[in-house]
């Protein structure tokens, strides 16, 4: 099966901002019929206004980043994450990251995860967990995110590998998603920019918690260490040829975190996020296509 090409909607989080609605206009006239939302960050819309949207455009929503927390939501919670996403016509839930620095942190998480997912299931949807990099900070002999992989439940609990944020975290993209196999139903990707340094922002860490992860970690990033997929360093062309050979993902998601297009003043670049997706697809259907 011909790999898909979609993009979450965190890459326009801006426009979101300003219309919903008319963003996801602006996103199908960039060539994309696949996107993952991210939580609405306005109330002006309802799930079910937002669903209905989709629908009228002939998107398709692979999947839905839902911010439950794992460490303090509660099973209604969860249901009402499952309910509202269901409205919105997804066909997925994903947690998009989590903080494990003990043992009793990650089994939390992964029991957390494990109930998601079999909500999701009860009302008709996959489940993934979706990786940045701290994820990969060692505990106890082994990575959170290797702890997380085995204790949750293989039959329910799906992957979408963040091919930039793994390497981020010193994994090698290609082999993590071999090693996960039918698990990592999803792919987001981004492309690295020359300011990424160290490009392994986990390697030497020590004394991570849940409260200084931020300093830890992610004060060493740059705006400019995203950049729009094709312009930076990242091996695209060799991810896409593992993905479909292995053929068990079914689409691979342009993700622009903070790609330094956020505005032309602040970061120098003729790319609105509007147009750094669309540019992002387009490379994307060249390799895919080649």
């Not at 794992?70 to 998009?96: F, G, I, Q, R, W």
């Not at 939390?108 to 990969?136: L, S």
Request: aromatic residues 8%; negative net charge.
């Amino acid at each position: 099966m011909k790999l898909q090409i979609g993009v979450q909607l965190f890459s326009v989080m801006g426009e979101l901002a300003q219309d919903y609605l008319k963003t996801l206009e602006n996103v199908a006239a960039a060539g994309y019929q696949y996107v993952e939302y991210v939580d609405p960050p306005t109330d002006a819309y309802t799930p079910e206004q937002i669903g209905n949207k989709l629908k009228e455009l002939g998107l398709t929503a692979v999947g839905s980043h839902v911010h439950f927390d794992p460490y303090t939501s509660t099973h209604e919670d969860m249901v009402k994450t499952a309910e509202d996403a269901v409205k919105m016509h997804a066909e997925a839930v994903v947690l998009p990251m989590s903080i494990m620095t003990t043992m009793d942190e990650v089994k939390k998480v992964a029991a957390a995860c494990n109930e998601m997912a079999a909500i999701a299931k009860e009302h008709g949807m996959k489940f993934y967990y979706h990786n940045h990099c701290q994820e990969f900070y060692q505990i106890d002999g082994k990575t959170a995110y290797d702890w997380l992989i085995e204790l949750t439940d293989p039959e329910l609990v799906g992957f979408e590998v963040d091919t930039f944020w793994a390497k981020r975290g010193g994994q090698d993209p290609c082999e993590l998603i071999r090693k996960l196999g039918p698990r990592a139903g999803l792919i987001h990707q981004k492309d690295m920019g020359t300011s990424a340094s160290p490009v392994n922002l986990v390697d030497g860490v020590t004394g991570m918690t849940r409260e200084n992860f931020r300093d830890k970690i992610f004060a060493r990033t740059n705006p400019t260490d995203i950049c729009v997929v094709g312009t930076g360093t990242m091996e695209i062309q060799e991810i896409v040829e593992t993905v479909t050979e292995l053929g068990y993902a079914s689409t691979i998601i342009v993700e622009l975190d903070c790609c330094a297009r956020e505005t032309e003043e602040k970061y120098d670049t003729p790319l609105s996020p509007l147009e750094s997706i669309k540019e992002s697809r387009e490379y994307l259907d060249a390799v895919i296509n080649r």
